[in-house]
């Protein structure tokens, strides 16, 4: 599918934007500081968002893309089972450590709008759903397979690596924590351990 000169245009001042709610937040986001970091004009860009909600909620889609092409659609080329398990963690923490300098959008989007009633925190509440559930069927394919145990909760397995991946965010980002990345492994290694058949 060929992509217009202007749907070019506006996927890179998307990718801007994405950039910009890692670093400061969506709150922090807005199309004067846009204009600024693209070099494109305010009243150009007003022309393509409208309002300061519409530019938040077209970056969250667009993070939402870019968080397709570099986490799941790599997971699921991988083979079904552990491997894949393990691949969905790799993904993610290439999102979280080198797609973004500020870090995953998703988890900077939730703690600005886990009490902010509106269409921004119905998006993120779908994007987070959508993500425990794709975890959650990850799992079970290993246990489909015979990887992981047939009575394992599959949607706590979710739970507690979500809850090991928001950790890992913590740890490296606010604490900068030299042993991070090795804390979130090794209890990766021990969720997998339990689970397993």
Same mark, same amino acid.
């Given at each position: 599918?060929?992509?217009?000169?202007?749907?070019?245009?506006?996927?890179?001042?998307?990718?801007?934007? @994405?950039?910009?709610?890692?670093? /400061?937040?969506?709150?922090?986001?807005?199309?004067?500081?846009?204009?600024?970091?693209?070099?494109?004009?305010?009243?150009?860009?007003?022309?393509?968002?409208?309002?300061?909600?519409?530019?938040?909620? +077209?970056?969250?889609?667009? %993070?939402?893309?870019?968080?397709?092409?570099? /986490?799941?659609?790599?997971?699921?080329?991988?083979?079904? %089972?552990?491997?894949? @398990?393990?691949?969905?963690?790799?993904?993610?923490? *290439?999102?979280?450590?080198?797609?973004?300098?500020? %870090?995953?959008?998703? @988890?900077? %989007?939730?703690?600005?709008?886990?009490?902010?009633?509106?269409?921004?925190?119905?998006?993120? *509440?779908?994007?987070?759903?959508?993500?425990?559930?794709?975890?959650?069927? @990850?799992?079970?394919?290993? *246990?489909?397979?015979?990887? #992981?145990?047939?009575?394992?909760?599959? +949607?706590?397995?979710? #739970?507690?690596?979500?809850?090991?991946?928001?950790?890992?965010?913590?740890?490296?980002?606010?604490?900068?924590?030299?042993?991070?990345?090795?804390?979130?492994?090794?209890? /990766?290694?021990?969720?997998?351990?339990?689970?397993?058949?």
């Amino acid at each position: 599918m060929r992509v217009s000169k202007g749907q070019a245009t506006k996927a890179a001042i998307l990718d801007e934007a @994405v950039g910009i709610a890692s670093r /400061v937040g969506f709150n922090a986001l807005t199309i004067g500081q846009l204009a600024e970091q693209t070099g494109m004009s305010k009243s150009g860009l007003f022309a393509h968002f409208r309002s300061k909600e519409a530019l938040q909620l +077209e970056t969250l889609e667009r %993070g939402r893309e870019r968080f397709t092409d570099l /986490v799941i659609r790599p997971t699921l080329s991988r083979p079904r %089972g552990i491997e894949r @398990v393990r691949a969905l963690l790799d993904n993610w923490l *290439v999102w979280e450590t080198e797609a973004l300098q500020g %870090g995953c959008i998703f @988890v900077t %989007g939730s703690i600005e709008y886990d009490d902010q009633p509106g269409p921004m925190r119905d998006a993120l *509440v779908r994007n987070q759903r959508d993500w425990a559930e794709f975890i959650a069927t @990850v799992a079970g394919t290993a *246990v489909s397979e015979g990887d #992981f145990r047939a009575d394992l909760d599959t +949607e706590q397995f979710a #739970f507690t690596l979500q809850g090991l991946m928001y950790a890992y965010h913590h740890t490296a980002r606010l604490l900068h924590d030299p042993k991070a990345l090795d804390h979130t492994r090794a209890a /990766v290694d021990q969720l997998i351990a339990a689970a397993s058949a």
